[in-house]
């Protein structure tokens, strides 16, 4: 073989590429890119053999090796692939408009499989070598017969230089890249392996990682140990050190889902994401057709909803990892999900790190919607007693959903749950059929179980029921619910009374009840005043409550709303709209309004009616600080009154 100097053929119309090399956003990713493309030289050997095209394979332990030396300044690549010769060096890699893969392809394309594994989308990742080294060396054997060993090296511009290489004796490349000053951070055993481990943990092909220097020094202290011991008399045999691969060449998802037990989704799930705890359930996407797609979605469990942040799903490609949360792919929504998506058929750029645009993409997207929603569907069908105890953590994601994907709440609108005051998980047909007689189409709620406790205690006592919604976007589902939902509306429990509770007064509309409503509304007016802007007199079942306050519906979600804006200047001011419900049918009432002309105790009952407003109020929502010290006075006030009497 000659020894040639040459300079690197950059076509005008693929100057774009090699630019693109210097758009990865991480330095990093020149290792997945080196070690995947040891991988698909390992694929295209591997697909000689089963096509005959080899006649023999003399080495079924393919394997990816990386090896640091720290002293030297360098970092290889060696695989046991196809290899290749002086050639396809000069086609491949001298005139980057090629794709070295993808012309195998197209050469063996009629022996092969509709599944191209190996086809390059990315015949340019080599290039990323150049971003850490100043120099690149390759070393390379061809598997065809008689061939030459050859030797490629470049110093990180256009020129080049081919000889003969005296450093492979065996089938595959040897790439070496010299380390520049300013990345000398990729010669630590541990840097590299966490970035072979975060890309390129499920690769096919066995990846080992070698230090050099370390290997030499155990050597060295290995050889000093069995002197020592042969001059002391002592002969130990030392078994030796197993070199285990770095990555899991048959991942969970690339199985049939009924080869998988709930112990092996457990264990990846923990592998995978670092974590000790267990998810909830799984789905396990298992297609072929009209595309390959396999995958993992975990629905984690939610201790509480400040942990709602965006979960992780990694996308692979062909099992090297391309990226984590990928929205093109994965629905926004899906993304507070934990998973694994491997999708060969993804349209990737020559970064491996971004989706071109293309109309598959969404039907993926969509079709890993859909199996989502089949998987609710299912365990709400056929499980549901499982279900129930998934909701409260699974309700935020499913509402969410429905709020970011309105196909995605038609899908699932039946296997959407509330829970009730009782603690029973109904759907909201259910609901509204056990509560038609009592007031059709209306959904009471309660947002806070402790503050609403009086009302909750009313509404049992009538055998009413209401829905638990306290999750801070239950304010926005429920607008959506009524948008969705024809004619339902939804009501805080404090907000309307139901007919249930009040007293079917046949007298109502008679001269003498309105004026013995005036009455009642004009003491407490007087008495109160401005503390409380709206009075309302109705007649309740329930004596014993004088008085009890209902909040504007309309005026609770624009407070909320205002409340999420809170230190953004909206130019708005609302506050909760209430309503002083007096109950015409207590006593201590009826009592009032018999003294109300009585001047000598004018004083005591003003003080009665503001207490009697007071624990109204105080039943909703927390005081005042300046209300609740005058609550306290007249307390204590009432009380001197009681021990005088």
Same mark, same amino acid.
């Given at each position: 073989?000659?020894?040639?100097?040459?300079?690197?053929?950059?076509?005008?119309?693929?100057?774009?590429?090699?630019?693109?090399?210097?758009?990865?956003?991480?330095?990093?990713?020149?290792?997945?890119?080196?070690?995947?493309?040891?991988?698909?030289?390992?694929?295209?050997?591997?697909?000689?053999?089963?096509?005959?095209?080899?006649? &023999?394979?003399?080495?079924?332990?393919?394997?990816?090796?990386?090896?640091?030396?720290?002293?030297?300044? #360098?970092? %290889?690549?060696?695989?046991?692939?196809?290899?290749?010769?002086?050639?396809?060096?000069?086609?491949?890699?001298?005139?980057?408009?090629?794709?070295?893969?993808?012309?195998?392809?197209?050469?063996?394309?009629?022996?092969?499989?509709?599944?191209?594994?190996?086809?390059?989308?990315?015949?340019?990742?080599?290039?990323?070598?150049?971003?850490?080294?100043?120099?690149?060396?390759?070393?390379?054997?061809?598997?065809?017969?008689?061939? #030459?060993?050859?030797?490629?090296?470049?110093?990180?511009?256009?020129?080049?230089?081919?000889?003969?290489?005296?450093?492979?004796?065996?089938?595959?490349?040897?790439?070496?890249?010299?380390?520049?000053?300013?990345?000398?951070?990729?010669?630590?055993?541990?840097?590299?392996?966490?970035?072979?481990?975060?890309?390129?943990?499920?690769?096919?092909?066995?990846?080992?990682?070698?230090?050099?220097?370390?290997?030499?020094?155990?050597?060295?202290?290995?050889?000093?140990?069995?002197?020592?011991?042969?001059?002391?008399?002592?002969?130990?045999?030392?078994?030796?050190?197993?070199?285990?691969?770095?990555?899991?060449?048959?991942?969970?998802?690339?199985?049939?889902?009924?080869?998988?037990?709930?112990?092996?989704?457990?264990?990846?799930?923990?592998?995978?994401?670092?974590?000790?705890?267990?998810?909830?359930?799984?789905?396990?996407?298992?297609?072929?057709?009209?595309?390959?797609?396999?995958?993992?979605?975990?629905?984690?469990?939610?201790?509480? &909803?400040?942990?709602?942040?965006?979960?992780?799903?990694?996308?692979?490609?062909?099992? =090297?990892?391309?990226?984590?949360?990928?929205?093109?792919?994965?629905?926004?929504?899906? *993304?507070?999900? %934990?998973?694994?998506?491997?999708?060969?058929?993804?349209?990737?750029?020559?970064?491996?790190?971004?989706?071109?645009?293309?109309?598959?993409?969404?039907?993926?997207? %969509?079709?890993?919607?859909?199996?989502?929603?089949?998987?609710?569907?299912?365990?709400?069908?056929?499980?549901?007693?499982?279900?129930?105890?998934?909701?409260?953590?699974?309700?935020?994601?499913?509402?969410?959903?429905?709020?970011?994907?309105?196909?995605?709440?038609?899908?699932?609108?039946?296997?959407?749950?509330?829970?009730?005051?009782?603690?029973?998980?109904? #759907?909201?047909?259910?609901?509204?059929?056990?509560?038609?007689?009592?007031?059709?189409?209306?959904?009471?709620?309660?947002?806070?179980?402790?503050?609403?406790?009086?009302?909750?205690?009313?509404?049992?006592?009538?055998?009413?029921?209401?829905?638990?919604?306290?999750?801070?976007?239950? #304010?926005?589902?429920?607008?959506?619910?009524?948008? %969705?939902?024809?004619?339902?509306?939804?009501?805080?429990?404090?907000?309307?009374?139901?007919?249930?509770?009040?007293?079917?007064?046949?007298?109502?509309?008679?001269?003498?009840?309105? &004026?013995?409503?005036?009455?009642?509304?004009?003491?407490?007016?007087?008495?109160?005043?401005?503390? =409380?802007?709206?009075?309302?007199?109705?007649?309740?079942?329930?004596?014993?409550?004088?008085?009890?306050?209902?909040?504007?519906?309309?005026?609770?979600?624009?407070?909320?709303?205002?409340?999420?804006?809170?230190?953004?200047?909206?130019?708005?001011?609302?506050?909760?709209?209430?309503?002083?419900?007096?109950?015409?049918?207590?006593?201590?009432?009826?009592?009032?309004?018999?003294?109300?002309?009585?001047?000598?105790?004018?004083?005591?009952?003003?003080?009665?009616?503001?207490?009697?407003?007071?624990?109204?109020?105080?039943?909703?929502?927390?005081?005042?600080?300046?209300? *609740?010290?005058?609550? =306290?006075?007249?307390?204590?006030?009432?009380?001197?009154?009681?021990?005088?009497?």
């Amino acid at each position: 073989m000659e020894f040639e100097k040459g300079s690197i053929s950059i076509h005008t119309e693929n100057i774009f590429p090699i630019i693109k090399k210097w758009l990865y956003s991480d330095k990093d990713i020149f290792i997945r890119e080196l070690i995947s493309n040891g991988c698909d030289a390992v694929s295209k050997h591997k697909r000689l053999v089963s096509l005959g095209e080899i006649s &023999e394979n003399k080495s079924s332990d393919y394997k990816i090796t990386v090896s640091v030396n720290k002293g030297e300044g #360098t970092l %290889k690549f060696i695989d046991n692939g196809i290899g290749m010769t002086e050639e396809e060096i000069k086609k491949y890699i001298n005139q980057v408009a090629f794709s070295g893969a993808e012309d195998f392809f197209n050469k063996y394309k009629d022996k092969m499989e509709e599944s191209n594994d190996i086809i390059g989308h990315f015949g340019l990742g080599f290039y990323s070598a150049f971003m850490v080294s100043k120099k690149v060396q390759i070393d390379t054997l061809s598997y065809t017969e008689g061939a #030459t060993p050859v030797r490629w090296i470049s110093e990180g511009g256009t020129e080049y230089e081919i000889s003969e290489s005296d450093a492979r004796n065996d089938r595959g490349t040897t790439i070496t890249l010299f380390i520049d000053d300013d990345s000398k951070e990729f010669l630590d055993e541990f840097t590299v392996r966490g970035i072979i481990n975060k890309y390129c943990s499920f690769l096919p092909v066995e990846i080992y990682l070698e230090d050099v220097e370390r290997l030499e020094r155990e050597a060295k202290e290995a050889e000093e140990k069995a002197k020592k011991q042969k001059e002391d008399g002592k002969e130990e045999i030392v078994d030796a050190k197993v070199i285990e691969p770095l990555n899991d060449t048959n991942p969970l998802w690339l199985k049939s889902p009924k080869d998988c037990t709930d112990e092996e989704y457990k264990e990846f799930y923990r592998k995978v994401f670092n974590v000790f705890d267990e998810p909830l359930f799984w789905i396990h996407l298992n297609v072929d057709y009209p595309f390959n797609l396999k995958g993992i979605l975990y629905f984690p469990k939610l201790k509480n &909803e400040f942990e709602l942040t965006e979960g992780k799903v990694k996308l692979y490609n062909n099992q =090297v990892f391309v990226a984590d949360n990928i929205k093109e792919v994965i629905p926004e929504f899906l *993304l507070l999900l %934990k998973g694994v998506i491997d999708c060969p058929d993804l349209p990737l750029n020559e970064s491996r790190s971004f989706l071109q645009n293309d109309r598959d993409v969404s039907k993926i997207s %969509k079709h890993i919607i859909k199996k989502v929603a089949d998987k609710l569907k299912s365990l709400c069908k056929n499980e549901r007693e499982e279900y129930n105890k998934f909701w409260d953590d699974i309700q935020i994601f499913i509402k969410y959903g429905c709020l970011k994907d309105e196909s995605f709440y038609e899908k699932v609108k039946e296997c959407i749950l509330f829970k009730t005051i009782d603690d029973e998980y109904i #759907t909201l047909q259910d609901y509204l059929e056990k509560c038609k007689d009592k007031h059709e189409n209306k959904v009471f709620y309660v947002s806070d179980k402790e503050q609403q406790s009086q009302y909750i205690k009313l509404f049992k006592e009538y055998d009413l029921s209401a829905v638990v919604l306290n999750s801070s976007i239950d #304010t926005h589902f429920i607008s959506f619910m009524e948008y %969705k939902e024809n004619g339902v509306k939804f009501n805080r429990i404090d907000a309307d009374l139901s007919d249930v509770l009040k007293d079917k007064n046949e007298n109502k509309d008679s001269e003498e009840n309105k &004026e013995e409503i005036a009455k009642i509304e004009g003491l407490f007016k007087e008495a109160v005043g401005e503390r =409380v802007k709206n009075y309302s007199v109705e007649g309740l079942k329930n004596e014993d409550t004088p008085a009890m306050v209902l909040v504007s519906e309309q005026s609770i979600r624009m407070a909320e709303m205002q409340s999420r804006f809170a230190g953004m200047d909206l130019g708005m001011n609302f506050e909760e709209e209430k309503t002083l419900v007096i109950n015409e049918n207590s006593p201590i009432i009826k009592k009032l309004v018999s003294l109300k002309d009585d001047e000598e105790k004018k004083d005591k009952i003003t003080l009665i009616c503001n207490q009697i407003a007071d624990l109204a109020l105080l039943s909703n929502k927390e005081l005042k600080p300046d209300e *609740l010290d005058s609550f =306290v006075q007249r307390s204590n006030k009432l009380m001197s009154l009681l021990i005088e009497l």
